[in-house]
């Protein structure tokens, strides 16, 4: 949240990348995946009026909550939320540059669909998932 005080758009980006440095590697990998998605949701924003801002308005509060959120005013809460939009819709606008070359393939973000094979591949087996699960479930 600190980085949101620093004017530069440069600075920002020095003081997120340090902060994503210290993430767990599959948290990481998460934030980048998800990050791509929603940039790449909000190129649609004459079909969809998802916005970056209203993109993070949604997804925001639930990537970066305060712990004690229960016990926070209700003006504390919504300077809070407010400081967290700002954040989430800086990291949806500015992810390529903050991972740079990192993010090329995620989420289409190089502009090439996924190959249909791999959708295939995937959707069998979740179906194989489900199936197994609910066997499971009717068979104890």
């Known amino acids: 949240m600190g980085a949101l005080q620093v004017t530069s758009r440069q600075e920002k980006l020095a003081a997120l990348k340090e902060v994503a440095c210290k993430l767990p590697k599959a948290n990481l990998l998460l934030l980048k995946h998800l990050l791509s998605l929603l940039q790449n949701i909000s190129k649609y924003v004459a079909t969809s009026r998802m916005t970056a801002r209203n993109l993070a308005i949604c997804v ?3 990537l970066l909550s305060p712990p004690e959120e229960h016990t926070l005013s209700l003006d ?3 300077q809070v939320t407010q400081k ?3 954040l989430v819709e800086f990291l949806i606008e ?3 540059e903050l991972f740079e070359e990192e993010v090329a393939g995620l989420a289409g973000a190089s ?3 996924v190959p249909a094979q791999w959708v295939e591949a995937e959707t ?3 179906a194989k998932l489900f199936t197994r ?3 499971a479930e ?3």
Do not use: F
Request: cysteine-free; charged content about 30%; hydrophobic content about 15%.
């Open 124 to 126: 069998a087996e979740d």
């Open 133 to 135: 699960k609910q066997e």
């Open 60 to 62: 925001g509060p639930n």
């Open 84 to 86: 967290v939009t700002q």
């Open 138 to 140: 009717t068979n104890p």
């Open 94 to 96: 500015h992810h390529r």
């Open 76 to 78: 504390t809460l919504a």
């Open 111 to 113: 502009g090439e669909e």
